[in-house]
């Protein structure tokens, strides 16, 4: 299945009417407020999210899993579906690996097909969280922070050759989520399996090329349900000073217990120069992995006004943040939902950079909380959607991504290539 420029075009070619009649509203909307629309449309059109290779097939929860058919049943077929995602949208160019799901037999050749769908590697993710067929140590009672030094030896080296694959691929960056903790109180020595987890990260740190980072993710419980060893971001944060300048903080946006305040963590990361990446999801309750900006779009966009109001350069902003989707579909079509969590995040984007950042300066000089609240109200409620169009549009993506998917009948056309039992790996 291959989205063909025909297909956008005859698509477009219906929206355009319609589309154009929005987009000039909204463009003499913005003008009146002195804002370059062109300017934001590339912004917009530079932005890229990785997709994560193991988003591409259903999602499980611990009591069951529903096949839905036409999933991608090797590392080639990920690579399309996102490039089916890209042709789409115009926003998904890179995808993220998960190692050993996805170990590349012939690097060669796996960068060639990513090429062809104009898609780079983004983080390489590594894996100490199950334990594999074959493996000599079981990582039951932790991995890189574990009592055993054995353990933690083989967790260090699946790491490193984790680097490895990524560098063949031209990743530039490691994720590190660590699964490890306790589920009972009295079970862990607190302080010497961060100090296990401290030394073995320092091996890793050691084996990680000049140009890359180590982005290090948190967690506050689960799959361990009494701690964690790193629950949160100040222990990351911890871990990455030690480390050194390469070593960051990633901020998983279900990674928090309920109501923290997210978007002060970014500020302040961002501030002392430790903020490494995203992983984008929603959630009402805990990790629910749900479509990025489904529940809390307003979250997301105040997440946008702290990047893009400690930055003074979006491009700087763009490129050297990590930007990932990390979720799990149970109920609905991946692909459809990875092309509506995109489209969120640029929305909450776009919307952040409308903000007018002199405004908001003077009424905080002027401690006038009310008059805070009418400048991001004004940009969050601005409908940047025939902005985000008109990018795609000028890109040669879809005006609407979701409904091509569905006017060309993608899904049945994967099942028919790949059968309704084809199952992707990962969780
Ligand atoms: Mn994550």
Redesign the pocket.
């Known amino acids: 299945m291959n989205i063909t420029s025909s297909h956008i075009e005859e698509h477009n070619k219906k929206a355009v009417e319609d589309h154009n009649d929005a987009f000039d509203a909204l463009t003499h909307q913005l003008h009146k407020q002195n804002i370059d629309i062109d300017s934001l449309i590339g912004q917009a059109g530079a932005f890229q999210v990785a997709i994560p290779s193991w988003a591409l097939g259903a999602g499980g929860t611990r009591f069951g899993r529903f096949a839905m058919g036409g999933e991608p049943r090797s590392l080639e077929e990920k690579i399309k579906d996102v490039g089916l995602l890209h042709a789409l949208n115009h926003s998904s160019g890179a995808i993220s690996l998960h190692i050993p799901w996805d170990i590349p037999k012939d690097s060669g050749a796996v960068k060639e097909l990513a090429d062809k769908y104009n898609l780079v590697f983004d983080a390489v993710n590594s894996n100490t969280f199950q334990d594999q067929k074959g493996q000599k140590h079981s990582y039951k009672f932790g991995s890189l922070s574990h009592t055993k030094q054995e353990v933690r030896e083989q967790a260090i080296e699946h790491n490193i050759e984790v680097i490895r694959y990524g560098k063949e691929l031209g990743s530039k960056a490691l994720t590190v989520?660590l699964a490890d903790g306790s589920s009972f109180p009295g079970q862990q020595n607190f302080s010497k399996a961060l100090q296990n987890t401290r030394e073995s990260l320092g091996s890793i740190y050691k084996a990680l090329p000049q140009d890359w980072q180590m982005l290090i993710?948190y967690k506050p419980y689960e799959p361990n349900f009494y701690s964690m060893v790193i629950p949160d971001w100040g222990t990351s944060f911890l871990l990455a000073n030690k480390l050194g300048e390469r070593a960051k903080t990633?901020v998983?946006l279900?990674?928090h217990l309920p109501n923290t305040n997210i978007e002060q963590i970014v500020a302040i990361l961002l501030m002392e120069g430790k903020l490494g990446g995203f992983?984008f999801n929603d959630s009402k309750y805990g990790d629910d992995d749900l479509t990025t900006g489904s529940l809390k779009p307003y979250q997301l966009f105040l997440i946008f006004n702290e990047l893009i109001g400690g930055t003074s350069n979006p491009e700087q902003l763009r490129n050297h943040i990590a930007w990932m989707i990390?979720a799990s579909h149970n109920v609905k079509d991946p692909l459809e939902d990875l092309l509506q969590s995109v489209e969120a995040i640029l929305q909450a984007y776009v919307k952040a950079l409308l903000i007018d950042r002199d405004k908001l300066q003077a009424v905080r000089e002027d401690n006038d909380p009310a008059g805070a609240q009418e400048i991001l109200q004004s940009a969050f409620q601005t409908d940047v959607r025939p902005l985000l169009t008109e990018a795609r549009i000028r890109h040669q993506a879809a005006a609407n991504p979701v409904q091509l998917y569905r006017e060309l009948n993608v899904r049945k056309q994967l099942i028919n290539e790949r059968g309704t039992e084809s199952m992707a790996t990962g969780l």
Do not use: A
């Open positions: 989520w993710e990633l998983d279900g990674h992983h990390d």
